[in-house]
């Protein structure tokens, strides 16, 4: 049973804003890149979950926790009866090499080692649970996702789980004779609680309102090339349509999520949008989903959610 989903994190939401709007140096492209790969790997892998695993257990997914004034990740954990099965995920792609406990990308690039990654988030675990008096065995796996990964050399004692061994992970686990107790409850419970939401780590170039690119932006192909008739836009690009309203309070959100200590109003939401006529309709749009807020020094709306894909 699943007990908290996966959502992207802010910087990345914000990054792929950015990526569309901006103008980004290749170092931030690049890790907007990788962010987004891997949390596609992710996806992935609570695909796979979701559709093949039946136990009676808890699913815990993406959890950003502090233990002694350090922040660690953990990509997707399950808690059993009997233990708790640590998952970092990894989606590489091509030939690696394992050897003398170091990673190397084909043919001699040096990364960092995962397992050492692993080895942190699980001491680090334990150490948080134990603090809590609460006490479970913790076994860990690194996924490699991707089918388009090989691994040469890997020594069969490692937590490695190639791609063509998914399959049989997950069969594995589903032997388990897990039964729920109030123990695991009271585990998923405390790490959820626990959870950060934002990473000290995040990395976000500086931007402002008036450097980036304005209009909506498509919800199929992410193209800024927008027409509007009548109560729909379409893309200029992929033909998608979209409701007009429901493009505006998507774009909205963005502005929430890019700009959080300013004020939105109707005139920062035309011009965001751009391809609608008036700031009247605009507003209009916007008070049947915000809360609007006036008073004799400026008038502006509020909202209570998070990111524009909510």
Known sequence: MEVKKRTPSRELQILEILYLRGN??????????NLKKGYEGELLFDRILDNQLQNDCLIIKDLLLKMNNT????????????FIKLFEVKN????????????YKYPKYKITNPEHQLDRAETLLRQLLSNHGLHHAIKSSIVFVNPEF????????KPFVLP???????????????????????????????????????????????????????????SISISVQGHYCYCNTCGKREKLADAV???TRELILLFPKEKITTSMVHEWCECISSTQRVQ??????????????????EYSGSGPGK
């Not at 090989?150 to 004692?157: D, E, F, G, R, V």
């Not at 594995?172 to 780590?201: C, E, F, G, R, V």
């Not at 049947?288 to 008038?299: A, D, L």
């Open 249 to 251: 309070i998507r774009s």
């Open 150 to 157: 090989t691994l040469y050399n890997a020594p069969a004692t």
């Open 164 to 222: 063509s061994q998914i399959n049989t992970l997950v069969k594995k686990l589903n032997t388990n004779q897990s039964k729920l107790t109030n123990l695991s409850k009271l585990i998923a419970d405390k790490l959820i609680s626990l959870h950060q939401k934002d990473s000290p780590y995040s990395k976000l170039p500086t931007y402002s309102f008036s450097q980036l690119k304005k209009g909506i932006n498509c919800k199929s192909c992410h």
């Open 24 to 33: 980004l140096s290749e170092e931030v492209r690049q890790h907007y890149f």
């Open 284 to 301: 209009r749009i916007l008070m049947k989903k915000f809360k609007f807020i006036s008073n004799k020094r400026w008038s502006y709306f």
């Open 71 to 82: 922040t660690f990740q953990i990509d997707t954990l399950i808690i059993f009866q009997e």
């Open 92 to 103: 590489f792609e091509g030939e690696y090499t394992y050897d003398n406990d170091n990673f």
